[in-house]
């Protein structure tokens, strides 16, 4: 029963194209994320969703556009592709996005889906 | 700007003995600090977590210490197993617009278990 899902796993296409990866949370968590891990192996925030509402927003090309449908889905679309997007994404969700009562709010991460842009 | 380091990109270590995997940090408003263990094709997974106000955490086999004044915290697993075998990321939580925060990862460390 997989709590973070993402779809598909595997995405290759050419530059310039338009792709989506879909995520879905069965957690019931508030809290929805996308991170980026470029070849570096550094794992990076994107966006954070809270209730559907955007929270975070880092430095991330116009071309990357999150919708949050409902709490449970957070998807990325990526318009134009880039060779520099080559990348694997990981949806991740939690309860809430702040520290409570001091205590961290553990963030449960998706399998990934390794984009490559040819 | 990397803000967490993990400097070691392997460590290998035999079945049974202390695995210590370290991280460095740069930044003094980080509020918590964790350790997320990866499997290949999987997502990360939390494994132990530790306030900045506390020095050590302990979980069973895993123990987290935390040296504020170094800007310094590590890992320790024992008895290490084959299974431990994994990438370990160092993160660390800061405020990012009002009482929301993020994590910034280290780059991980691939731990190897022999048996």
């Known amino acids: 029963d997989t709590a973070v899902s993402q779809t598909p796993k595997y995405l290759v296409t050419q530059m310039g194209n338009d792709k989506s990866i879909k995520c879905e949370q069965n957690l019931g968590h508030d809290t929805m994320y996308w991170y980026k891990q470029d070849s570096k192996k550094f794992l990076k925030i994107m966006f954070s969703y809270n209730n559907k509402e955007l929270i975070i927003n880092e430095t991330v090309p116009n071309r990357f556009s999150p919708k949050s449908p409902d709490k449970a889905h957070l998807n990325l679309h990526i318009n134009s592709l880039e060779l520099g997007d080559s990348a694997v994404y990981f949806c991740?969700?939690?309860?809430?996005?702040?520290?409570?009562?001091?205590?961290?709010?553990?963030?449960?991460f998706g399998p990934g889906t390794r984009l490559t842009v040819l | 700007d990397q803000q967490v380091k993990q400097n070691s990109p392997s460590l290998s270590v035999q079945e049974g003995r202390i695995s210590i995997l370290n991280c460095d940090y740069t930044?003094?408003?980080?509020?918590?600090f964790l350790w997320y263990k990866k499997y290949p094709a999987e997502g990360p997974t939390f494994l132990i977590s530790i306030s900045s106000i506390k020095d050590k955490n302990e979980d069973g086999r895993f123990t987290v210490f935390l040296n504020k004044s170094a800007k310094h915290l590590s890992l320790h697993i024992v008895p290490s197993q084959p299974g431990d075998s994994a990438v370990y990321f160092c993160a660390a939580t800061v405020r990012s617009g009002g009482s929301n925060y993020k994590l910034t990862f280290g780059k991980g460390t691939l731990l190897t278990v022999n048996p």
């Open positions: 991740a969700s939690s309860q809430e996005p702040r520290i409570l009562f001091g205590s961290y709010n553990e963030q449960f």
């Open positions: 930044n003094s408003m980080f509020d918590y």
